[in-house]
């Protein structure tokens, strides 16, 4: 018999690999796990402390709720073992706030349009209220629609037929005592409310320093005050200065006070019950 056969494997009774790490799993809540020594298996629902440890609930499918020691080794998941560690608290974040101000809804899935309706005289008006109180109208389902010029509003309103659910908010531009825009949207009944400010134009409600300039130019009446606009701030043409004012509005702050009051009393009476 050889020396090696005389003495047999000297490593008999010795292991010849690593012990494997068992893997740590967070235990989230709907985690599935099993009890390695009971074998029960259920749902992670909960987490209790006492005077011997961390304990984990785990709900079965018949609804049987049982605490389990958080021991190394101690559950399967699929079978293989492994160690659940109780998830780290984390503090609350703050709630993020919309363009408006307003506490930003996460997840927010858009709500069925109400009855009810703002009204605005053109499609850049439309454009800033959207892009400042858009995620609140969502919130709120409140469609904003552009009147393509104030002169329409008699005949919308005939067609609309406001009443109880169907309300009406009118935004107005350069809305001043006297003016031909005070005229067309007075004695309308108690479901069509009108707001507005007293600029002679929406662009004219976003802060100058917004725009980067320091006043907005004086525009003789007659001239088309868009172009006049753009001519003595050099923008080019209306669209192109157009652009330059919506790209630089992002929140309320970038509007003057009375275009923000007066949209804040709108959204509060289209979606107030009554």
């Keep these: 018999m050889s020396g090696h056969d005389s003495y047999g494997d000297i490593f008999s009774g010795h292991s010849r690999k690593k012990t494997r790490a068992v893997p740590k799993v967070t235990a989230e809540r709907d985690l599935v796990v099993e009890d390695a020594a009971s074998g029960f298996c259920g749902a992670v629902v909960g987490f209790d402390r006492s005077y011997d440890g961390d304990f984990v609930k785990l709900e079965d499918a018949r609804g049987t709720v049982r605490l389990f020691a958080l021991r190394e080794a101690a559950f399967l998941i699929d079978g293989a073992p492994v160690t659940l560690t109780r998830p780290t608290a984390t503090a609350p974040s703050a709630p993020t706030r919309s363009a408006s101000g307003s506490t930003r809804v996460e997840g927010l899935r858009a ?42 509003l008699a005949q919308r309103l005939t067609e609309f037929q406001p009443g109880p659910g169907r309300r009406v908010g009118v935004l107005v531009d350069h809305l001043v005592t006297g003016s ?94 009554e």
């Excluded at 003789?220 to 209306?238: A, F, N, S, V």
């Excluded at 330059?244 to 009051?261: C, H, K, N, Q």
């Design 111 to 152: 709500r069925v349009a109400r009855g009810s309706r703002i009204w605005v005289e053109g499609v850049h008006d439309a454009a800033l209220v959207e892009r400042v109180w858009g995620h609140d109208l969502r919130v709120e389902g409140v469609v904003v629609e552009h009147l393509e010029g104030l002169d329409n």
């Design 180 to 273: 031909k825009e005070t005229q067309l949207t007075t004695g309308l009944g108690p479901h069509v409310l009108v707001t507005g400010h007293p600029f002679i134009d929406v662009w004219q409600a976003v802060r100058p320093a917004t725009v980067g300039i320091e006043a907005w130019p004086n525009v003789p009446r007659g001239e088309d005050w868009k172009t006049g606009i753009c001519h003595r701030l050099g923008w080019g043409t209306p669209q192109a200065g157009w652009r330059r004012v919506y790209d630089s509005v992002e929140t309320f702050r970038d509007l003057e006070a009375p275009l923000l009051g007066a949209v804040e009393r709108l959204i509060d009476f289209v979606t107030e019950p």
